[in-house]
């Protein structure tokens, strides 16, 4: 064979040798790089499904066993306390995580629903519950027939601090009033059955016999009006 020739065919061959290892090297990365696509995308989508918040009876106990803020106290289902907390102390008002737990008294008590659940309400779900020393019952949810012990709707009362609060009602939030005290609130606490005994404070025992007259007032009147 002509040296040229051979020399020529030699080349040809050693080409084809680098073109088949860079094929195969470039067949090798493009399965890696799509392999690396593939599990960023699961972990984008695993990230955006919605996490559902689980709510029974159990999600309910002791009141005071929860982080207090202020005069109410709050929780976090999923476990993000650190942003529920975040939330109640800004100054300025937030939106609370998913998950959030809010209670002022024994038997009311609202959850930060998963995105979407109830946009009237910003999410939250009301709840009214029954206590004792076995636990929690619960005896209404949802926000449209959700009622307090004076029978005001708590989705009404919680609307006016809709935008700054999120729906979050404290002094100068704009919500509408009730009859009751920090001390009556404060010995509701203090007395909750589910925690055990009770850790009363002075003046606790006639806060309480307050309330029980206010809400025994209360209950009669609307007999007579809706009896007349």
């Not at 999600?59 to 289902?77: A, G, K």
């Not at 005896?139 to 006016?160: A, I, L, Q, S, Y």
């Not at 009602?169 to 509701?188: F, N, R, V, Y």
Request: charged share 25%.
């Amino acid at each position: 064979m002509n040296p040229t020739f051979k020399y020529l065919n030699n080349m040809m061959a050693i080409v084809t040798i680098c073109c088949l290892s860079s094929f195969s090297v470039s067949a090798e990365t493009g399965e890696e790089n799509e392999k690396k696509a593939s599990a960023i995308s699961s972990t984008i989508n695993s990230a955006s499904e919605t996490t559902v918040v689980e709510i029974d009876e159990d999600s309910f106990s002791c009141i005071r066993d929860m982080t207090p803020v202020r005069h109410f106290y709050v929780d976090n289902l999923l476990g993000d306390i650190d942003s529920t907390l975040a939330a109640a102390n800004n100054p300025e008002g937030a939106v609370y995580p998913t998950g959030s737990v809010v209670q002022l008294v024994p038997t009311e008590v609202m959850v930060k629903r998963e995105s979407g659940t109830f946009p009237a309400t910003g999410d939250w779900e009301f709840f009214e519950l029954i206590v004792n020393e076995s636990g929690s019952k619960i005896n209404k949810r949802g926000f449209v027939d959700v009622m307090n012990r004076f029978d005001g709707n708590c989705f009404t009362c919680h609307v006016p601090a809709k935008e700054k609060w999120d729906f979050i009602c404290e002094s100068g939030h704009g919500c509408e009033s009730i009859p009751i005290d920090h001390a009556m609130t404060g010995a509701l606490q203090r007395s909750d059955p589910r925690c055990g005994e009770a850790v009363p404070e002075d003046g606790d025992w006639m806060a309480l016999f307050k309330l029980k007259t206010m809400v025994s007032i209360g209950l009669t009147k609307k007999w007579f009006e809706d009896l007349f």
